[in-house]
């Protein structure tokens, strides 16, 4: 079978143990060299949901980076490692059995929204031109001292924050979270707040692009399938890029569009276009990038809407997949 034509999205289930990087060297071994990138890295230590682009569906890998993620995960309290997780040697320690359910909930609290997160030393974070890691793992305990960490700090939202489970000086959690959150920053910040400290023990990324845990494949899964590999990928108009869906009326505005040349069409006809009605509300419908499917409901691109003088809808190829 060749898989040099195959274009969508493949949900691996990572294991832990093994580096996002490691699953993408392990599915060429598979299947050949092929155009291939992931939505999201995922610590070595952690397992889950993550997304592979295969052929076309790597141009939409900007987009579905976009979305949110959900994580379950454990803190254990009393111990702080120089990792933030369980991979590192502990580097404080602080008591722990103050620490109550209703504490805990109402800490959680203060991580919903728009927060400021300070990165760990030990993440992909660039700092004069080199990932933060390689300070961290340089030897040179001076350098990765002199890391301004809080001049790092960036901004990332916190939809959902749920305690799951309460055990005295361990309890888990759930968190979706936008692109750019370190689970591992959440650790350090909810012990401090709580007046004490923390390690993750346990990371579990349940969803990413749209795709949920259940929905994931295992290596040993994919790799006893190679022979129907096609069948594990979700094609392109399926992937859940966050953009609203456009269905050319005809196969004179696929090809048009297709050779890059606008079309314009009435607003009725947009309208009907649009795949869900909640994208159909004016005048935002009207002012969005819009996945083009075929006539054929195959996707062929990301296009661009805006209205012209005459209030007809004009619509052009912005990216071609």
């Known amino acids: 079978m060749s898989y040099q034509h195959i274009d969508g999205l493949l949900a691996v289930n990572k294991p832990a143990g093994v580096i996002s990087k490691d699953v993408s060297r392990w599915l060429v071994k598979r299947i050949g060299k092929v155009k291939l990138g992931h939505v999201g890295t ?95 793992r340089g030897g040179d305990q001076e350098a990765a001292a002199a890391v301004p960490l809080a001049e790092l700090k960036r901004r990332v939202s916190v939809s959902e924050f749920e305690l799951l489970n309460f055990r005295p000086g361990s309890s888990s959690f759930r968190i979706t979270c936008s692109k750019g ?15 004490t400290c923390g390690t993750l023990t346990r990371l579990v990324r349940t969803s990413a692009a749209g795709i949920d845990l259940a929905q994931s494949h295992g290596l040993e899964g994919i790799e006893s399938q190679l022979d129907g590999f096609a069948s594990l990928i979700v094609p392109m108009a399926q992937i859940k890029t966050g953009l609203a869906h456009w269905s050319c009326p005809d196969p004179l505005a696929t090809a048009k569009l297709r050779g890059g040349q606008n ?14 009605e909640s994208d159909q509300a004016l005048p935002s419908a009207l002012s969005k990038s819009v996945l083009l499917i075929s006539d054929k409901g195959a996707a062929f691109g990301v296009g661009t809407v805006r209205r012209n003088e005459s209030g007809r809808v004009v619509i052009a190829l912005k990216r071609g997949l």
């Not at 370190?182 to 012990?191: E, G, I, K, N, T």
């Open 42 to 136: 995922l610590d070595p230590a952690a397992s889950g949901v993550l997304p592979l682009l295969l052929g076309r569906a790597t141009r939409l890998q900007d987009f579905l980076l976009e979305l949110p993620k959900t994580y379950e995960f454990d803190i254990t309290f009393g111990s702080e490692t120089d990792t933030l997780d369980q991979d590192g040697k502990v580097v404080r320690e602080a008591p722990w059995d103050h620490v109550t359910e209703g504490d805990l909930r109402v800490a959680l609290e203060r991580f919903i929204g728009d927060i400021e997160q300070v990165p760990p030393i030990y993440s992909a974070v660039k700092y004069k031109g080199k990932p933060l890691y390689d300070y961290a």
């Open 181 to 195: 959150t370190y689970v591992r920053s959440l650790v350090r910040d909810v012990s401090e707040t709580l007046g």
């Open 263 to 276: 079309i314009n069409v009435a607003v009725e006809t947009y309208l009907a276009g649009l795949s869900d």
